[in-house]
T-cell receptor, first 113, second 112 residues
């Protein structure tokens, strides 16, 4: 069976500090990978998606970036965090060909102070 | 532009009081509609996929139905453990591989 891991679960960072959130998927090959942000009481905002190693598409211009160094690894980064980067970050995967729903990781709660 | 709208925003139910949530969409050539359950502080949990009008899916006290313009999630005789935010999503028609547009969700609270 497939599983998706995200870490850390919670993170408190000062403004201007760097960020690295990691997501890994097990039990599948060549998944589509996604990073979402969910602000308190709001819907899911798609940040980045990837259909393969090194292939990243950005949905929202911001100070965040994503990378996919391996087939089942997806990393969300920032060089300098802003207060507005606070939120709940979710990684998800979906099968590469057949159109099905997405499967989400447990999320990372990021607070920028 | 693809749009997904969920109503109501919040729903408070007594245990055993059945109700329905709505997800309306404006996409051409619907390629599926997905329902998720999200508990506070956790990632959404995939519930159902519906592909064509008239289709129905059931899981315990939940039943999802699909028409050409909207989907309903019926909660029959809910229990407190059904309390969660329910999200729906559709694939964006501008993409062939599966980028999804999510609704804002319906927060359901079931009281004993």
């Amino acid at each position: 069976s497939q599983t998706i891991h995200q870490w850390p679960a919670t993170l408190v960072q000062p403004v201007g500090s760097p960020l690295s959130l990691e997501c890994t998927v097990e039990g599948t090959s060549n998944p589509n990978l996604y990073w979402y942000r969910q602000a308190a009481g709001r819907g899911l905002q798609l940040l980045f998606y990837s259909v393969g190693i090194g292939q990243i598409s950005s949905e929202v211009p911001q100070n965040l970036s994503a990378s996919r160094p391996q087939d089942r690894q997806f990393i969300l980064s920032s060089k300098k965090l802003l207060l507005s980067d606070s939120g709940f970050y979710l990684c998800a995967w979906s099968p590469p060909i057949r159109l099905e729903g997405e499967y989400f990781g447990p999320g990372t709660r990021l607070t920028v102070l | 532009e693809d749009q997904v709208t969920q109503s109501p925003e919040a729903l408070r139910l007594q245990e055993g009081e059945s109700s329905s949530l709505n997800c309306s969409y404006t996409v051409s050539g619907l390629r599926g509609l997905f329902w998720y359950r999200q508990d506070p502080g956790k990632g959404p949990e995939f519930l159902f996929t519906l592909y064509s009008a008239g289709e129905e899916k059931e899981k315990e006290r939940l039943k999802a139905t699909l028409t050409k313009k909207e989907s309903f999630l019926h909660i029959t005789a809910p229990k407190p453990e059904d309390s969660a935010t329910y999200l729906c999503a559709v694939p964006m028609t501008t993409d062939s591989w599966g980028k999804f547009q999510f609704g804002a969700g319906t927060q359901v609270v079931v009281t004993p």
